[in-house]
Nanobody
Framework: QVQLVESGGGSVQPGGSLRLSCAASGFSFSVYTMRWYRQAPGKERELVASISTYGTSISYADSVKGRFTISRDNAKNTVYLQMNSLKVEDTAVYSC??????????WGQGTQVSVSS
């Protein structure tokens, strides 16, 4: 059974930090590109960060560059998103996404991140 389970979301004040984790099971994690997306209420889903199979290629949305860091541990089948200097506009449901070169993809259920004072 394929699963992507996010954790680490919560409520934090502006300027704070959170670390999201996404634990994968049921598929060959190391051959999948992993991405974090977010969707705020009333807005379209946004690609936040992407990491290639062995972490050699990483990209970020302009809105999070310099504040967020994506990483992965293939031995633990887990992808992370370290979020620093959080802003109110980072409030959203964050979901992880796995995509293989041949097109197979999977979504996690999402975790809520709320940034407010």
């Amino acid at each position: 059974q394929v699963q992507l389970v996010e954790s680490g979301g919560g409520s934090v004040q502006p300027g704070g930090s959170l670390r999201l984790s996404c634990a994968a099971s049921g598929f060959s994690f190391s051959v999948y590109t992993m991405r974090w997306y977010r969707q705020a209420p009333g807005k379209e889903r946004e690609l936040v960060a992407s990491i290639s199979t062995y972490g050699t290629s990483i990209s970020y949305a302009d809105s999070v560059k310099g504040r967020f860091t994506i990483s992965r541990d293939n031995a633990k089948n887990t992808v992370y998103l370290q979020m620093n200097s959080l802003k109110v506009e980072d409030t959203a449901v964050y979901s992880c996404y796995a995509r293989a070169d041949w097109g197979r993809d999977y979504w996690g259920q999402g975790t809520q991140v709320s940034v407010s004072s």
